[in-house]
Nanobody, 126 residues
């Protein structure tokens, strides 16, 4: 049973930073995708950043390049999302997710995701 638990959300002013964490527990493959996704009220869920756990490739939607960074601490089984220069439109519930097996070279941006965390709320005020 795979479990994902996010933390690190909160309320910040525009221009501020937050680092989200996602602790992974349970048995996972050696090659799979993990990612951060967000959903604001009344909007569809959107992908923020993804990483292949195996070959280390990272993927970012254009609107997050240069502001957000996804990273992994293998020793802590923790996925991070460093978010800088936050904007009010970044306000959303942020979820981490993990896929099933994905071979090296798979495009994690277009992968389906099987396991989801409950999310952590990020609120950015102007």
């Amino acid at each position: 049973q795979v479990q994902l638990v996010e933390s690190g959300g909160g309320s910040v002013q525009a221009g501020g930073s937050l680092r989200l964490s996602c602790v992974v527990s349970g048995s996972m493959y050696s090659n799979y995708c993990m990612g951060w996704f967000r959903q604001a009220p009344g909007k569809e869920r959107e992908g923020v950043a993804q990483m292949h756990i195996g070959d280390g490739s990272t993927y970012y939607a254009d609107s997050f390049k240069g502001r957000f960074t996804i990273s992994l601490d293998n020793a802590k089984n923790t996925l991070y999302l460093q978010m800088n220069n936050l904007k009010p439109e970044d306000t959303a519930m942020y979820h981490c997710a993990a896929s099933g097996f994905r071979s090296s070279g798979s495009n994690c941006m277009v992968s389906s995701y099987q396991y989801w965390g409950q999310g952590t709320q990020v609120t950015v005020s102007s």
